[in-house]
C-alpha cells in the first residue's frame, strides 16, 4: 500500500517561528509554494503557515508582516501524518481535519509535505474525489 512518504514532497522548508510574516512571504515567493511548516527553535513542528494566513490575519487586519512573528500564527497542535502511514490514514487524517497539506514526520523530524496535488497524483479518481468532497464542506 502506498505510503506517506512513496507520494510526499521531501525536503520542506521550514519558517523559523521566530521570523518574521515578511521573511516567509519571501521564502514562499523564492520557493513558490503557498504554505510553509513553522518551526521551532526546538526544530519541532509548531503549525502551518499559508499565504491566505498573512493575507487575512496579518495585512487585513492591518498588522506590519515586518513584525509579525510566524510562530504568533500557528494555532494548536500540528495536524501531522507519520512517514509509514499509509494512504487511508492520509485520506481520513486530511478529511477529518479539512486540511490540504499535511506535514509528514519520522519521529519528532520533519521530513516533507503531503499535499491535496500529490494524493491527486497517486490515488485513484474515486478515493480524490471523496477527499475533496470532505476537505471542502463548511
Known amino acids: 500500500m502506498?505510503?506517506?512518504?512513496?507520494?510526499?514532497?521531501?525536503?520542506?522548508?521550514?519558517?523559523?517561528?521566530?521570523?518574521?510574516?515578511?521573511?516567509?512571504?519571501?521564502?514562499?515567493?523564492?520557493?513558490?509554494?503557498?504554505?510553509?511548516?513553522?518551526?521551532?527553535?526546538?526544530?519541532?513542528?509548531?503549525?502551518?503557515?499559508?499565504?491566505?494566513?498573512?493575507?487575512?490575519?496579518?495585512?487585513?487586519?492591518?498588522k506590519n508582516p515586518g513584525q509579525v512573528k510566524a510562530g504568533e500564527l500557528a494555532q494548536g497542535e500540528a495536524v501531522t501524518i507519520g512517514a509509514d502511514d499509509d494512504a487511508a490514514e492520509i485520506l481520513r487524517t486530511m478529511g477529518e481535519h479539512q486540511v490540504r497539506r499535511l506535514p509528514?514526520?519520522?519521529?519528532?523530524?520533519?521530513v516533507g509535505i503531503v499535499a491535496l496535488a500529490d494524493v491527486a497524483r497517486a490515488l485513484p479518481d474515486t478515493k480524490v474525489g471523496d477527499l475533496l468532497e470532505a476537505i471542502s464542506q463548511n
Open 104 to 110: 509528514v514526520i519520522d519521529g519528532h523530524t520533519l
Open 2 to 62: 502506498t505510503k506517506a512518504r512513496d507520494i510526499m514532497t521531501a525536503d520542506a522548508t521550514c519558517i523559523g517561528a521566530n521570523e518574521t510574516v515578511l521573511e516567509a512571504a519571501k521564502k514562499m515567493a523564492q520557493l513558490k509554494v503557498g504554505s510553509l511548516p513553522i518551526c521551532g527553535t526546538d526544530e519541532k513542528l509548531k503549525g502551518m503557515l499559508t499565504d491566505r494566513d498573512i493575507v487575512v490575519k496579518v495585512l487585513a487586519a492591518g
